[in-house]
T-cell receptor, first 115, second 115 residues
Framework: AQSVTQPDIHITVSEGASLELRCNYS??????LFWYVQSPGQGLQLLLK??????LVQGIKGFEAEFKRSQSSFNLRKPSVHWSDAAEYFC?????????????FGTGTRLQVTL | GAVVSQHPSRVICKSGTSVKIECRSL??????MFWYRQFPKQSLMLMAT?????????EQGVEKDKFLINHASLTLSTLTVTSAHPEDSSFYIC???????????FGQGTRLTVV
């Protein structure tokens, strides 16, 4: 069975500082990996995804993530955080089959940005 | 493209009544739809997967008679919470996938409050 671990429940960074949110997954083959962002009371917005190819993936809002097979990780990064980035971030894994869209989510990391 | 719309965005109902939540794919045919539930400050948990024209597949621990899912057309799936109780209060999110898509697209979510 697939699983996702987001070790950090809550992270606080200063505006303008760099950000890295950790995500580790468990899956028997090469997974499909996603990062979503959720603002309070809102749905999910896809930041980026990895299916295959280049292991460094660029997303929206200046985010990027790197797939590291040896570490079973897919950490999300941003070089300079903006106050509007404060939200909940979810990493998710989907099976590399026709059911890729059936996702298993991590527990989420709440990002707080201080001015 | 790939827009999924949920309705209503918020609903308050009395205990014992039933509530129907709609999930529509606006610009593509959704052969598969997924329903997730999110408790406050927690991650999303998959409740069920529905394929157009067939019965939904429920995840372990999800009551089929409590959460009725219908996927009668390629653009619409409904989740009916029957005889709702306060413990059913939650954020419900759907996602939809077309036949040739490797990922599903999320709706905005529905906040259900049972009083």
């Amino acid at each position: 069975a697939q699983s996702v671990t987001q070790p950090d429940i809550h992270i606080t960074v200063s505006e303008g500082a760099s950000l890295e949110l950790r995500c580790n997954y468990s899956y028997g083959a090469t997974p499909y990996l996603f990062w979503y962002v959720q603002s309070p009371g809102q749905g999910l917005q896809l930041l980026l995804k990895y299916f295959s190819g280049d292991t460094l993936v660029q997303g929206i809002k200046g985010f990027e993530a790197e797939f590291k097979r040896s570490q079973s990780s897919f950490n999300l990064r941003k070089p300079s955080v903006h106050w509007s980035d404060a939200a909940e971030y979810f990493c998710a894994v989907g099976a590399n089959t026709g059911t890729a869209s059936k996702l298993t989510f991590g527990t989420g990391t709440r990002l707080q940005v201080t001015l | 493209g790939a827009v999924v719309s949920q309705h209503p965005s918020r609903v308050i109902c009395k205990s014992g009544t039933s509530v129907k939540i709609e999930c529509r794919s606006l610009d593509f045919q959704a052969t598969t739809m997924f329903w997730y539930r999110q408790f406050p400050k927690q991650s999303l948990m998959l409740m069920a997967t529905s394929n157009e024209g067939s019965k939904a597949t429920y995840e372990q621990g999800v009551e089929k008679d409590k959460f009725l899912i219908n996927h009668a057309s390629l653009t619409l799936s409904t989740l009916t919470v029957t005889s709702a109780h306060p413990e059913d209060s939650s954020f419900y999110i759907c996602s939809a996938r077309g036949h040739w898509d490797t990922e599903a697209f999320f709706g905005q979510g529905t906040r259900l409050t049972v009083v």
